[in-house]
């Protein structure tokens, strides 16, 4: 098995801030995701990257970067932190974008003041 | 719109019930996945389905491809399968994209 570690657990940042959040996977997967979740809500895909040094936008980009440093990591940008912007964001991994399994990391929960 | 659509959005059961979630797809879906988030927030894998059916203990599931839709059967009702249940579907040329959940609630 394997196991997908968002850091940090908990992001606190002000408005207008530039923030990072980390995802590593040790699946050996090739393809990982961010979603964002409001609360109550369902998965919003952000972005995502079908191997190393592959970046797709997904529905919610604006706002956002991504960046896929190694095959086990991947990063998210929220550029400029927004008064609405609380929610939690969970980054996931697959096999591959035709094998898409996917699993998931505890997510970040971002909170902005 | 919603390329994924879930039915119904909330369910209460009693306990030793038996229901049925749906999802709907507004995409040509390859494949489809359910999950349930627990109350602490976490994932849980509980099917990945090609078009046919997948059974593991009181959970079946059933994709239809032609028709564009996924149910998900809950037989005898428990109150861990308390939480929200997700479906999330894909082509074999994109990124899965999630219904908004059915929150389920059984009750003894």
């Known amino acids: 098995g394997g196991i997908i570690t968002q850091t940090p657990k908990f992001l606190i940042g002000q408005e207008g801030q530039k923030l990072t959040l980390k995802c590593q996977q040790n699946?050996?997967?090739?393809?990982m995701y961010w979603y964002r979740q409001d609360s109550g809500k369902g998965l919003r895909l952000i972005y995502y990257?079908?191997?190393?040094?592959?970046?797709q936008k997904g529905d919610l980009s604006e706002g956002y970067d991504a960046s896929r440093e190694k095959k086990s990591s991947f990063s998210l940008t929220v550029t400029s932190a927004q008064k609405n912007e609380m929610a939690v964001f969970l980054c996931?991994?697959?096999?591959?974008?035709?094998?898409?399994?996917?699993?998931f990391g505890a997510g970040t929960r971002l909170s902005v003041l | 719109g919603d390329k994924v659509k879930q039915s119904p959005s909330a369910l209460s059961l009693q306990e030793g019930t038996n229901s049925a979630l749906r999802c709907n797809f507004s995409i040509a879906a390859t494949t489809v996945q359910w999950f349930l988030q627990n109350p602490r927030g976490s994932l849980i894998n509980l099917f990945y389905?090609?078009?046919g059916t997948k059974e593991n203990g009181r959970l079946k599931s059933a994709f239809d491809s032609k028709e564009s839709y996924s149910t998900l059967h809950i037989r005898d009702a428990q109150l861990e399968d308390s939480g929200t249940y997700f479906c999330a579907a894909c082509n074999n040329n994109n990124a899965p994209r999630f219904g908004a959940g059915t929150k389920l609630s059984v009750k003894p």
């Open positions: 699946f050996n997967h090739d393809t």
């Open positions: 996931a991994s697959s096999p591959g974008l035709g094998e898409n399994t996917l699993y």
């Open positions: 990257s079908i191997t190393e040094n592959d970046l």
């Open positions: 389905l090609v078009p």
